[in-house]
Protein backbone atom coordinates (compact mmCIF):
# COMPACT_ATOMS: atom_id res chain seq x y z
CA UNK A 1 0.00 0.00 0.00
CA UNK A 2 1.22 3.48 -0.98
CA UNK A 3 1.39 6.17 1.70
CA UNK A 4 1.76 9.29 0.40
CA UNK A 5 -2.22 9.75 0.27
CA UNK A 6 -2.81 8.40 3.98
CA UNK A 7 -3.04 10.80 6.66
CA UNK A 8 -0.42 11.60 9.46
CA UNK A 9 -2.18 9.44 12.16
CA UNK A 10 -2.56 6.23 10.16
CA UNK A 11 1.24 6.73 8.67
CA UNK A 12 1.74 6.50 12.45
CA UNK A 13 0.75 3.13 12.57
CA UNK A 14 1.61 2.02 9.21
CA UNK A 15 4.06 3.70 7.65
CA UNK A 16 7.69 2.14 6.94
CA UNK A 17 6.18 -1.18 8.85
CA UNK A 18 7.61 -4.93 7.45
CA UNK A 19 4.47 -7.12 6.48
CA UNK A 20 3.80 -9.53 6.95
CA UNK A 21 5.43 -8.82 10.33
CA UNK A 22 8.80 -10.74 11.26
CA UNK A 23 8.04 -14.29 11.98
CA UNK A 24 3.71 -12.91 12.40
CA UNK A 25 4.91 -10.63 15.24
CA UNK A 26 2.19 -7.42 14.92
CA UNK A 27 4.91 -5.38 16.59
CA UNK A 28 8.58 -5.28 14.86
CA UNK A 29 10.82 -6.89 17.66
CA UNK A 30 14.33 -5.41 19.07
CA UNK A 31 17.08 -6.84 16.77
CA UNK A 32 19.42 -6.32 19.70
CA UNK A 33 22.17 -7.71 17.27
CA UNK A 34 25.36 -5.61 17.14
CA UNK A 35 26.58 -7.67 13.65
CA UNK A 36 25.18 -9.28 10.44
CA UNK A 37 26.10 -12.34 8.30
CA UNK A 38 28.50 -10.94 6.10
CA UNK A 39 26.49 -10.59 2.71
CA UNK A 40 29.44 -9.56 0.36
CA UNK A 41 28.73 -5.89 0.58
CA UNK A 42 30.17 -4.02 -2.19
CA UNK A 43 30.56 -0.47 0.12
CA UNK A 44 31.54 0.00 3.50
CA UNK A 45 28.47 1.57 4.87
CA UNK A 46 26.69 -1.18 3.38
CA UNK A 47 27.91 -3.42 6.13
CA UNK A 48 25.26 -4.41 8.13
CA UNK A 49 26.69 -3.21 11.42
CA UNK A 50 24.99 -1.45 14.48
CA UNK A 51 27.00 1.53 14.43
CA UNK A 52 26.06 1.91 10.15
CA UNK A 53 22.15 2.48 11.17
CA UNK A 54 21.25 -0.19 9.43
CA UNK A 55 19.29 -2.73 11.27
CA UNK A 56 15.90 -3.18 10.73
CA UNK A 57 15.14 -1.14 14.17
CA UNK A 58 16.74 2.01 12.37
CA UNK A 59 15.57 1.55 8.85
CA UNK A 60 11.93 1.01 9.70
CA UNK A 61 12.28 4.11 11.92
CA UNK A 62 13.67 6.17 8.66
CA UNK A 63 11.03 5.31 6.26
CA UNK A 64 8.27 6.13 9.33
CA UNK A 65 9.71 9.61 10.14
CA UNK A 66 10.35 10.50 6.21
CA UNK A 67 6.89 9.70 5.77
CA UNK A 68 5.36 11.85 8.84
CA UNK A 69 7.14 14.83 7.79
CA UNK A 70 6.32 14.37 4.09
CA UNK A 71 10.05 14.18 3.49
CA UNK A 72 12.23 12.02 0.77
CA UNK A 73 14.62 10.69 3.89
CA UNK A 74 15.56 10.51 7.47
CA UNK A 75 17.95 9.09 9.71
CA UNK A 76 18.21 8.81 13.74
CA UNK A 77 20.52 9.20 16.11
CA UNK A 78 21.97 8.76 19.67
CA UNK A 79 20.12 12.18 20.87
CA UNK A 80 18.65 15.30 19.27
CA UNK A 81 22.06 16.68 19.78
CA UNK A 82 24.00 14.57 17.75
CA UNK A 83 21.24 14.71 14.88
CA UNK A 84 22.15 18.54 15.11
CA UNK A 85 25.79 18.67 15.32
CA UNK A 86 25.94 15.69 13.32
CA UNK A 87 23.66 17.43 10.42
CA UNK A 88 25.45 20.84 10.53
CA UNK A 89 28.99 19.30 10.05
CA UNK A 90 27.71 16.74 7.09
CA UNK A 91 26.78 20.12 4.95
CA UNK A 92 29.66 22.58 6.81
CA UNK A 93 33.54 22.17 6.30
CA UNK A 94 35.91 24.48 7.09
CA UNK A 95 35.84 27.91 6.03
CA UNK A 96 32.18 27.77 5.64
CA UNK A 97 29.49 30.20 7.66
CA UNK A 98 26.25 29.83 8.74
CA UNK A 99 23.24 32.00 9.93
CA UNK A 100 21.03 31.66 12.35
CA UNK A 101 18.27 33.06 15.14
CA UNK A 102 19.93 34.10 18.44
CA UNK A 103 17.06 32.72 20.23
CA UNK A 104 17.97 28.92 20.65
CA UNK A 105 17.85 25.86 22.82
CA UNK A 106 20.73 26.44 24.92
CA UNK A 107 22.66 23.43 23.91
CA UNK A 108 22.43 24.33 20.55
CA UNK A 109 23.11 28.08 21.16
CA UNK A 110 26.67 26.06 23.11
CA UNK A 111 27.84 24.18 19.83
CA UNK A 112 27.17 27.62 17.39
CA UNK A 113 29.30 29.84 20.15
CA UNK A 114 31.53 27.51 21.56
CA UNK A 115 32.16 24.53 19.17
CA UNK A 116 31.97 25.45 15.88
CA UNK A 117 35.27 27.64 15.67
CA UNK A 118 36.84 24.31 16.06
CA UNK A 119 36.14 23.35 13.19
CA UNK A 120 36.60 26.45 10.89
CA UNK A 121 33.49 27.21 11.21
CA UNK A 122 31.93 30.92 11.53
CA UNK A 123 28.43 31.58 12.33
CA UNK A 124 26.40 34.60 12.44
CA UNK A 125 23.19 35.54 14.26
CA UNK A 126 20.43 37.01 12.99
CA UNK A 127 17.81 39.39 13.90
CA UNK A 128 14.95 37.23 13.36
CA UNK A 129 12.08 39.44 13.51
CA UNK A 130 13.65 41.63 10.29
CA UNK A 131 13.94 39.56 7.36
CA UNK A 132 14.97 42.85 5.50
CA UNK A 133 18.28 42.93 8.09
CA UNK A 134 19.63 39.14 7.28
CA UNK A 135 21.25 40.11 3.48
CA UNK A 136 23.64 42.38 5.69
CA UNK A 137 24.56 39.13 7.67
CA UNK A 138 25.50 37.08 4.58
CA UNK A 139 29.48 36.69 3.32
CA UNK A 140 30.50 34.62 0.42
CA UNK A 141 31.37 31.97 2.47
CA UNK A 142 27.29 31.60 4.14
CA UNK A 143 26.42 28.12 3.14
CA UNK A 144 23.37 27.77 5.48
CA UNK A 145 20.87 29.12 7.76
CA UNK A 146 19.10 27.87 11.32
CA UNK A 147 16.09 28.35 12.91
CA UNK A 148 13.87 26.38 15.08
CA UNK A 149 9.95 26.12 14.59
CA UNK A 150 8.92 27.43 18.24
CA UNK A 151 11.95 28.49 19.99
CA UNK A 152 13.20 27.51 23.15
CA UNK A 153 12.34 28.72 25.59
CA UNK A 154 10.62 32.12 23.83
CA UNK A 155 7.93 29.70 21.85
CA UNK A 156 9.16 32.49 19.01
CA UNK A 157 8.25 31.49 15.55
CA UNK A 158 10.50 32.97 13.03
CA UNK A 159 9.08 34.28 9.55
CA UNK A 160 9.52 30.28 8.10
CA UNK A 161 8.35 31.32 4.46
CA UNK A 162 11.21 34.30 4.60
CA UNK A 163 13.63 31.85 5.95
CA UNK A 164 13.00 29.44 2.79
CA UNK A 165 13.17 31.98 0.17
CA UNK A 166 15.93 33.68 1.62
CA UNK A 167 18.06 30.12 1.89
CA UNK A 168 16.53 29.14 -1.95
CA UNK A 169 17.58 32.89 -2.98
CA UNK A 170 21.05 32.80 -1.85
CA UNK A 171 22.15 29.04 -2.80
CA UNK A 172 22.30 28.51 1.11
CA UNK A 173 20.54 24.88 2.98
CA UNK A 174 18.13 25.85 5.23
CA UNK A 175 17.96 23.81 8.78
CA UNK A 176 14.83 23.97 11.00
CA UNK A 177 14.56 22.08 14.14
CA UNK A 178 11.71 20.96 14.60
CA UNK A 179 11.18 19.46 18.61
CA UNK A 180 8.39 22.19 19.76
CA UNK A 181 6.09 21.40 17.10
CA UNK A 182 6.18 17.94 16.09
CA UNK A 183 5.30 16.55 12.28
CA UNK A 184 2.02 17.29 13.64
CA UNK A 185 1.62 20.45 13.69
CA UNK A 186 4.58 21.67 10.92
CA UNK A 187 6.31 19.83 8.45
CA UNK A 188 9.38 21.94 7.55
CA UNK A 189 9.75 19.89 3.68
CA UNK A 190 6.21 20.80 2.79
CA UNK A 191 7.39 24.41 3.25
CA UNK A 192 10.72 23.98 1.40
CA UNK A 193 13.15 23.33 4.30
CA UNK A 194 16.23 21.10 3.21
CA UNK A 195 16.35 19.59 6.60
CA UNK A 196 14.62 19.14 9.97
CA UNK A 197 15.88 17.87 13.02
CA UNK A 198 14.17 16.71 15.88
CA UNK A 199 15.17 15.67 19.68
CA UNK A 200 13.30 12.82 19.54
CA UNK A 201 13.83 12.40 23.65
CA UNK A 202 10.83 14.51 23.32
CA UNK A 203 7.48 14.41 21.40
CA UNK A 204 8.57 11.93 18.88
CA UNK A 205 9.11 9.42 21.70
CA UNK A 206 6.68 11.19 24.67
CA UNK A 207 7.68 9.40 27.60
CA UNK A 208 10.60 10.78 28.49
CA UNK A 209 12.51 7.47 29.14
CA UNK A 210 14.85 8.06 26.13
CA UNK A 211 17.56 9.66 24.36
CA UNK A 212 17.37 10.12 20.79
CA UNK A 213 17.58 12.16 17.81
CA UNK A 214 16.60 12.58 14.25
CA UNK A 215 17.43 14.31 10.76
CA UNK A 216 14.58 14.15 8.43
CA UNK A 217 14.57 16.15 4.52
CA UNK A 218 16.41 16.03 1.15
CA UNK A 219 17.68 12.54 0.18
CA UNK A 220 21.28 14.00 -0.73
CA UNK A 221 21.46 15.98 2.53
CA UNK A 222 20.07 12.88 4.98
CA UNK A 223 22.33 10.58 3.18
CA UNK A 224 25.50 12.77 3.68
CA UNK A 225 24.13 13.07 7.20
CA UNK A 226 24.38 9.28 7.68
CA UNK A 227 27.65 8.75 6.20
CA UNK A 228 28.95 11.03 8.70
CA UNK A 229 27.00 9.80 11.44
CA UNK A 230 28.51 6.40 10.57
CA UNK A 231 31.95 7.63 11.59
CA UNK A 232 31.24 10.04 13.71
CA UNK A 233 29.82 6.88 15.60
CA UNK A 234 26.08 9.36 17.29
CA UNK A 235 23.96 5.93 16.45
CA UNK A 236 21.06 5.01 18.35
CA UNK A 237 20.73 1.60 20.37
CA UNK A 238 18.36 -0.80 18.95
CA UNK A 239 16.56 -0.65 22.20
CA UNK A 240 16.10 2.83 22.31
CA UNK A 241 15.11 2.71 18.31
CA UNK A 242 12.17 -0.26 19.65
CA UNK A 243 11.14 2.67 22.20
CA UNK A 244 10.75 5.28 19.88
CA UNK A 245 8.97 3.74 17.57
CA UNK A 246 6.48 2.32 20.52
CA UNK A 247 6.22 5.79 21.57
CA UNK A 248 5.48 7.67 18.06
CA UNK A 249 2.56 5.40 17.23
CA UNK A 250 0.60 7.34 19.75
CA UNK A 251 1.98 11.24 18.70
CA UNK A 252 -0.95 12.11 17.10
CA UNK A 253 -3.09 11.50 19.92
CA UNK A 254 -0.64 12.81 22.51
CA UNK A 255 -0.17 16.40 20.48
CA UNK A 256 -3.12 16.87 19.35
CA UNK A 257 -4.34 16.77 23.15
CA UNK A 258 -1.59 18.79 24.28
CA UNK A 259 -2.05 21.53 21.83
CA UNK A 260 -5.52 21.94 23.05
CA UNK A 261 -4.62 21.89 26.58
CA UNK A 262 -1.72 23.98 26.43
CA UNK A 263 -4.11 26.53 24.66
CA UNK A 264 -6.53 26.68 27.48
CA UNK A 265 -3.98 26.89 30.11
CA UNK A 266 -2.36 29.61 28.21
CA UNK A 267 -5.77 31.52 28.34
CA UNK A 268 -5.99 31.04 32.18
CA UNK A 269 -2.21 32.47 32.77
CA UNK A 270 -2.94 35.17 30.28
CA UNK A 271 -5.56 36.44 32.40
CA UNK A 272 -4.32 35.76 35.74
CA UNK A 273 -3.58 39.01 37.89
CA UNK A 274 -0.08 37.08 38.92
CA UNK A 275 1.12 36.73 35.70
CA UNK A 276 3.35 39.37 33.89
CA UNK A 277 3.69 37.79 30.51
CA UNK A 278 3.25 34.56 28.62
CA UNK A 279 4.78 33.39 25.37
CA UNK A 280 2.32 30.97 23.28
CA UNK A 281 1.89 31.70 19.59
CA UNK A 282 -2.13 30.35 19.86
CA UNK A 283 -2.68 33.71 21.80
CA UNK A 284 -4.30 36.30 19.37
CA UNK A 285 -1.68 39.23 20.86
CA UNK A 286 1.63 37.04 20.34
CA UNK A 287 3.72 38.15 17.49
CA UNK A 288 3.80 35.06 16.14
CA UNK A 289 0.06 34.28 16.03
CA UNK A 290 -0.82 35.19 12.60
CA UNK A 291 2.19 33.00 11.68
CA UNK A 292 1.37 30.02 13.59
CA UNK A 293 -2.33 29.88 12.33
CA UNK A 294 -1.48 30.00 8.61
CA UNK A 295 1.64 27.49 8.65
CA UNK A 296 0.58 24.97 11.83
CA UNK A 297 -2.15 22.71 12.45
CA UNK A 298 -1.72 23.29 15.88
CA UNK A 299 0.48 25.65 18.56
CA UNK A 300 2.05 22.80 20.73
CA UNK A 301 2.36 22.00 24.20
CA UNK A 302 5.08 24.42 25.33
CA UNK A 303 4.51 27.84 26.66
CA UNK A 304 6.69 30.09 29.13
CA UNK A 305 5.65 32.77 31.20
CA UNK A 306 6.82 35.14 34.02
CA UNK A 307 4.78 36.18 36.85
CA UNK A 308 4.88 39.28 38.63
CA UNK A 309 7.83 39.33 41.53
CA UNK A 310 10.08 37.84 39.33
CA UNK A 311 12.45 34.82 40.53
CA UNK A 312 11.19 34.47 44.02
CA UNK A 313 7.47 34.54 42.47
CA UNK A 314 8.90 31.99 39.86
CA UNK A 315 9.94 30.07 43.11
CA UNK A 316 7.76 30.34 45.21
CA UNK A 317 5.25 29.12 42.48
CA UNK A 318 7.49 26.06 41.48
CA UNK A 319 7.08 24.67 45.20
CA UNK A 320 3.79 25.03 45.24
CA UNK A 321 2.28 23.77 42.43
CA UNK A 322 1.41 19.90 43.30
CA UNK A 323 1.26 18.03 39.85
CA UNK A 324 3.97 19.07 37.64
CA UNK A 325 7.33 17.81 37.66
CA UNK A 326 9.98 20.27 38.43
CA UNK A 327 12.43 19.00 35.61
CA UNK A 328 14.46 20.34 32.50
CA UNK A 329 13.27 18.13 29.11
CA UNK A 330 9.61 18.35 27.81
CA UNK A 331 7.64 16.57 25.27
CA UNK A 332 6.44 13.40 27.83
CA UNK A 333 3.23 12.67 28.89
CA UNK A 334 3.53 14.53 32.54
CA UNK A 335 3.64 17.98 32.91
CA UNK A 336 7.29 19.46 33.70
CA UNK A 337 8.27 22.67 34.73
CA UNK A 338 11.69 24.24 34.65
CA UNK A 339 12.94 27.88 34.63
CA UNK A 340 15.66 27.46 31.85
CA UNK A 341 17.92 30.41 33.53
CA UNK A 342 18.68 27.24 35.64
CA UNK A 343 18.93 24.38 33.27
CA UNK A 344 18.18 24.09 29.63
CA UNK A 345 20.32 27.54 29.44
CA UNK A 346 22.12 27.79 32.16
CA UNK A 347 25.25 27.04 30.00
CA UNK A 348 24.56 30.66 28.35
CA UNK A 349 25.86 33.70 29.88
CA UNK A 350 23.82 35.80 31.74
CA UNK A 351 24.22 38.68 29.35
CA UNK A 352 23.64 36.78 26.35
CA UNK A 353 20.05 35.47 28.16
CA UNK A 354 19.50 39.30 29.03
CA UNK A 355 19.74 40.49 25.61
CA UNK A 356 17.62 37.28 23.98
CA UNK A 357 15.22 38.06 26.79
CA UNK A 358 15.52 34.87 28.84
CA UNK A 359 14.01 36.20 32.10
CA UNK A 360 15.92 34.69 35.42
CA UNK A 361 12.56 34.29 36.82
CA UNK A 362 10.94 32.47 32.98
CA UNK A 363 9.26 29.82 33.52
CA UNK A 364 8.82 26.94 30.74
CA UNK A 365 5.71 24.72 30.72
CA UNK A 366 5.39 21.46 29.11
CA UNK A 367 1.99 20.65 29.07
CA UNK A 368 1.49 16.58 29.50
CA UNK A 369 -1.90 14.37 29.21
CA UNK A 370 -3.08 15.02 32.45
CA UNK A 371 -6.58 16.36 32.61
CA UNK A 372 -6.66 20.27 32.08
CA UNK A 373 -8.73 20.77 34.72
CA UNK A 374 -6.68 19.34 37.11
CA UNK A 375 -3.71 21.22 35.98
CA UNK A 376 -5.55 24.77 36.17
CA UNK A 377 -7.18 24.60 39.56
CA UNK A 378 -3.82 23.20 40.53
CA UNK A 379 -2.12 26.76 38.65
CA UNK A 380 -4.67 28.47 40.35
CA UNK A 381 -4.24 27.85 44.09
CA UNK A 382 -0.18 27.95 43.58
CA UNK A 383 -0.69 31.48 41.64
CA UNK A 384 -2.75 32.62 45.43
CA UNK A 385 0.17 31.40 47.50
CA UNK A 386 2.58 33.45 45.50
CA UNK A 387 0.30 36.90 45.78
CA UNK A 388 -0.20 36.26 49.31
N1 LIG B 1 16.45 20.84 20.37
C1 LIG B 1 15.60 21.31 21.30
C2 LIG B 1 14.58 22.32 20.89
C3 LIG B 1 15.69 20.88 22.63
O1 LIG B 1 14.84 21.39 23.54
C4 LIG B 1 16.69 19.94 22.98
C5 LIG B 1 16.83 19.46 24.37
O2 LIG B 1 16.22 19.96 25.28
C6 LIG B 1 17.55 19.47 21.98
C7 LIG B 1 17.40 19.93 20.70
C8 LIG B 1 18.64 18.48 22.32
O3 LIG B 1 18.10 17.22 22.44
P1 LIG B 1 18.79 16.00 23.24
O4 LIG B 1 18.75 16.33 24.70
O5 LIG B 1 17.95 14.82 22.85
O6 LIG B 1 20.18 15.88 22.73
Same mark, same amino acid.
Request: with cysteine.
Given at each position: ?13 HAGEIRPGVL ?7 ? &? ?7 ? $? ?8 ? +? ?16 ? %????? #? ?5 ? =? $? ?18 ? %? ?44 ? @? ?5 ? =? ?30 ? /?? $? ?63 ? /?? &? ?26 ? %? ?16 ? =???? @?????? %?? #? @??? =??AVALPIIAPS ?22 ? /?? +? ?13 ? @? ?9 ? +??? +?????
Amino acid at each position: MKHDDLSLATKLIHAGEIRPGVLGAVSLPIF &QSATYEYAQ $AAHYHDIKYI +RLNNTPNHTVLHAKLAAL %ENAEA #ALVAASG =M $AAITTGILSVLTSGDRILAQ %ESLYGGTHDFFTKHLAGFGIGYDFLDIEDPASWQGRLRPTTKAIYV @ETISNPL =MQVPDLEAVVKFARAHGLVSMIDNTFATPVNF /RP $AEHGFDLSFHSATKYLNGHSDIVGGAVIGRADLVEKALLKLDTLGGSMDPHACFLLHRGLKTLAL /RV &QFQNGSASRIARFLAGHPAVAKINYPGL %ENNPGFARASRLFDGFGG =MLSF @ELKGGV %EA #A @ERF =MKAVALPIIAPSLGGVETLMTRPATTSHLGMSPED /RK +RIGIADGLIRLSVGI @EATEDLIRDFE +RAA +RGVRS
